[in-house]
């Protein structure tokens, strides 16, 4: 069996990283809140989403509720903000058309 060995020379000094410079630590918590805000969406993205996956699991109640929702939410930017960041006009429409076609389906099921 081969043996290994090493030698440290007598003029080393040996003192903790920390003592000369900073040691940098992951922070799990901070880098997920710095990609949040790169990758944040809109409140009437997540609810046209939800409205999305309700429809496709069937929860129709629970799709109108959040259509509603939705409505709201509109009505308010329009309110609070004239001149808008982007269309959103034909949302709501689309998302009528898919309940509807989802309400359809179930009652054809």
Same mark, same amino acid.
């Not at 609810?47 to 939705?70: D, F």
């Given at each position: 069996?081969? %043996?290994?060995? +090493?030698?440290?020379?007598?003029?080393?000094? *040996?003192? =903790?990283?920390?003592?000369? !410079?900073?040691?940098?630590?992951?922070?799990?918590?901070?880098?997920?809140? %710095?990609?949040? #805000?790169?990758? $944040? $969406?809109? /409140? !009437?993205?997540? /609810?046209? !989403?939800?409205? #999305?996956?309700?429809? %496709? $699991?069937?929860?129709?109640?629970?799709?109108?509720?959040?259509?509603?929702? *939705?409505?709201?939410?509109?009505?308010?930017? $329009?309110?609070? +903000? =004239?001149?808008?960041?982007? =269309?959103?006009?034909?949302?709501?429409?689309?998302?009528?058309?898919?309940?509807?076609?989802?309400?359809?389906? #179930?009652?054809?099921?």
């Amino acid at each position: 069996m081969k %043996q290994n060995s +090493f030698a440290i020379s007598s003029n080393v000094r *040996l003192a =903790p990283v920390a003592a000369h !410079s900073g040691v940098e630590v992951y922070d799990a918590l901070e880098r997920r809140d %710095q990609l949040n #805000r790169l990758m $944040r $969406r809109r /409140l !009437s993205d997540e /609810l046209e !989403s939800l409205i #999305r996956k309700a429809c %496709q $699991r069937g929860h129709i109640g629970t799709a109108e509720e959040l259509l509603a929702v *939705l409505r709201n939410l509109i009505e308010w930017e $329009r309110e609070h +903000f =004239p001149h808008g960041r982007r =269309p959103i006009d034909g949302t709501v429409e689309r998302l009528v058309a898919e309940l509807a076609a989802a309400k359809a389906q #179930r009652a054809a099921a």
